[in-house]
């Protein structure tokens, strides 16, 4: 299994990106996907989940009302659409799959390489 995270980039504050992450070699109808981040000095840390089949979601408190998670069955890809980027959310971040539930907690089996965002003040 491979996944393959994308989008990432350098956004000013306040605006947005959509990052992306495809897995390919297996189809994840029951798992879920999440979204980590890991900013320069910090531990890596949750930001949001989906389940897969039922897409069910969780958000990390300093994401939520701002980034959205999402996900195309078909095309088995995940999405996180990041609006009123702050510097703060300046990080590399990764993609994982295979986990059971949407909790911040949760195992993931796979993981991606990472996508960095830069958001400027």
């Given at each position: 299994v491979q996944l393959q995270a994308s989008g990432g980039g350098l956004v000013?504050?306040?605006g947005s990106l959509r990052l992306s992450c495809a897995a390919s070699g297996r189809t994840f109808s029951s798992y879920s996907m999440g979204w980590?981040?890991?900013a320069p000095g910090?531990?890596?840390e949750f930001v949001a989940a989906i389940n897969w089949?039922?897409?069910?979601t969780y958000y990390a408190s300093s994401v939520k009302g701002r980034f959205t998670i999402s996900r195309d069955t078909a095309k088995n890809t995940g999405n996180l659409q990041m609006n009123s980027l702050k510097p703060e959310d300046t990080a590399v971040y990764y993609c994982a799959a295979?986990?059971?539930g949407v909790h911040p907690?949760?195992?993931y089996?796979?993981?991606g390489q990472g996508t960095e965002v830069?958001?400027?003040?």
């Amino acid at each position: 299994v491979q996944l393959q995270a994308s989008g990432g980039g350098l956004v000013q504050a306040g605006g947005s990106l959509r990052l992306s992450c495809a897995a390919s070699g297996r189809t994840f109808s029951s798992y879920s996907m999440g979204w980590f981040r890991q900013a320069p000095g910090k531990e890596r840390e949750f930001v949001a989940a989906i389940n897969w089949r039922g897409g069910g979601t969780y958000y990390a408190s300093s994401v939520k009302g701002r980034f959205t998670i999402s996900r195309d069955t078909a095309k088995n890809t995940g999405n996180l659409q990041m609006n009123s980027l702050k510097p703060e959310d300046t990080a590399v971040y990764y993609c994982a799959a295979g986990g059971w539930g949407v909790h911040p907690l949760v195992k993931y089996d796979y993981w991606g390489q990472g996508t960095e965002v830069t958001v400027s003040s």
